[in-house]
């Protein structure tokens, strides 16, 4: 594929270039999929109300987020096993969002460690996504490394005390490093330019996890460990330990419900993230887009409000903006560029979805992301009683 010129081109590609049991983590959801996929249907159904005549110079998709001066509204999300779509993805990533000007946001669950990114991206701050784990003193040391790493922002999840059934995962047998069935052999045998990368690098494995758990050095063992760490118990006083440990900026992600929201708002964080998990959790909730709001109208004077799921362009981000979001964020998008191209994919799907966000807000008439509301939308569902359209920020 000789030219780039949207997400999908970039997803198709990555189809092409990562293994089978890697592209279809990153790309498929619980159950029937039904909330992954009503995540993008949802978005895609919203209108935009085009206006004309109107002075567009001097536009700006800057904006800030946890009051950081940003690019545009956008962070890329924690994903699981990034380091598996492309040989050293997380510092890949990480090293795109910091020279595009957005936040970096690295899982737990990654396969660089939070060292390995810190140090890959010459200590420039980044957020770190953690979960409430069985093993509390885990937690309070991962907290630790995330504060001597200059990690800038701790995002919370909350949406995965135990984990949803993905039909796709079970079937692919995944595994960090893969298991190697002849299925997977055959598969990864015919992605020369992924395995090529990967026998180049020593990261094959969860970086945050392996070595700092006490005789953790068996894959076996790390899977097991990691399928029984995950918390049931899970409840807001776990969060409230969280904000006395961690005395920066907190973001809780997975909010769905404004009860919830209302709650969340009472801990201390500075952000929540309306998200259902991508999809990947609860299949049948409703999707992030419908979710948020509910969400913003109740709690969006007291914390920021933010929105993951389903963004595959920046016309998707605008949308998110105008019902309420301060900030949005891109996973699958991030790694259908980083799969496709690494480094320079995940900064080519930047450059979409800012370009993108760029026309769509000029043909609204807005040259600035500040006045952005539900006049932008058309519908009569989105019309307020309000006075003359803002045009400008």
Known sequence: MS??????????????RVPRMFYQYADS????????????????????????????????????MLGQDVAMPVAIAPTGLTGMQHADGEILAARAARDFGIPFTLSTMSICSIEDVAEGTNGHPFWFQVYVMRDRKFVERLIERARRANVSALVLTLDLPISGQRHKDI??????????????????????????RMLQTRRRTLGNIVGHIEGMGDNALL?????????????????????????????????????????????????????????????????SIVALPEIAEAVGH??????????????????????????????????????????????????????????????????????????????????APAPALALAA
């Open 3 to 16: 030219v780039i010129t949207s997400i999908e081109d970039l997803r198709v590609l990555a189809e092409r």
């Open 29 to 64: 959801g619980s159950w029937t999929e039904s909330t992954y996929r009503a995540n993008e249907a949802d978005l895609a159904g919203i209108r935009l109300r085009q206006r004309v005549a109107v002075n567009l110079e001097h536009r700006s998709t800057r904006a800030t």
């Open 171 to 196: 079937r692919n047998g995944l595994s960090a490093p893969p298991k190697l069935t002849l299925p997977n052999l055959l598969n990864i045998a015919a992605k020369p330019r992924w395995w090529w």
């Open 223 to 287: 899977s097991e460990w990691c399928a029984r760490q995950f918390d049931p118990t899970l409840n807001w006083d776990d969060v409230r330990w969280i904000r006395r440990l961690w005395d920066g900026k907190l973001v809780l992600k997975g909010i769905q419900d404004a009860e919830d929201a209302c709650i969340a708002a009472e801990t201390g964080a500075d952000a929540l993230i309306v998200s259902n998990h991508g999809g990947r959790q609860l299949d049948g909730a409703p999707s």
């Open 302 to 383: 007291r914390l920021e409000v933010h929105m993951d799921g389903g963004i595959r362009s920046g016309q998707d981000v605008l949308k998110a903006l105008a019902l309420g979001a301060k900030g949005t964020y891109i996973g699958r998008s991030m790694l259908y560029g980083l799969g496709a191209m690494g480094e320079a994919g995940v900064t080519r799907a930047l450059e979409i979805i800012q370009k993108e966000l760029d026309l769509t807000m000029a043909f609204c008439g807005q040259t600035g992301l500040k006045a952005v509301d539900t006049r932008i939308l058309y519908g009569a569902q989105y019309r």
